[in-house]
């Protein structure tokens, strides 16, 4: 499908964190490649100056999703710690609006839209419509806060060409399911520049 970016667009960057690229702690395979796809697209909405968001995991050291808590994941991005940071390659302008989530140790937020400040409200603000979504991990924070943008109303769009899974066979499924959603995939060359 052929798309171009308008006013009413926004771009939301998904948990490019250090922590899921190889060597994090909880690295998904080839994570770091999603970075250069996803830079051409900041660059592109940036040049034409629509809103960008970033979010990331920012967690407490007895987090409820950590092993040690009972939960599914080794400890990871950790409030303050170097894995917590954006991957050191992503490119994101000064006027991005930054989202933590997992801030609490009794909140799980897999969704962009369950961080602060909050995403929804800055999307209003700035008469967002239709958002294109990418980054880490497909089958976790990309498909949750994809599905979010779903119920809150937005058109999504899901960038194919930008974001990894932590296991590939979930990641089709996680595809499969927001597109009988209503998400649309797309890539770069599938822009209209």
Known sequence: MRASITGGDALIVVDVQSDFTPG??????????VVPPLNEYITHFHRAEL??????????EDHMSFEGEGGPWPPHCLQGSQGAEYHPDLELPADTHHVKKGRDADEEDYSAFEGGP?????????????VFVGGL???????????????????VFLLMDAFKPVDPDDGEQAIAHLLEQGAIGLTFDDLVL
């Open 24 to 33: 994090g702690a909880l690295a998904a395979p080839d994570g770091d490649k």
């Open 51 to 60: 809103p960008i968001a970033a979010s990331r995991d920012w967690h407490p």
């Open 118 to 130: 909050d995403l929804d409200a800055f999307l209003q603000d700035n008469d967002v419509e239709r």
């Open 137 to 155: 991990t497909t089958e976790y924070c990309v498909k949750n806060t994809a599905q979010d943008a779903l119920d809150h109303g937005y058109d």
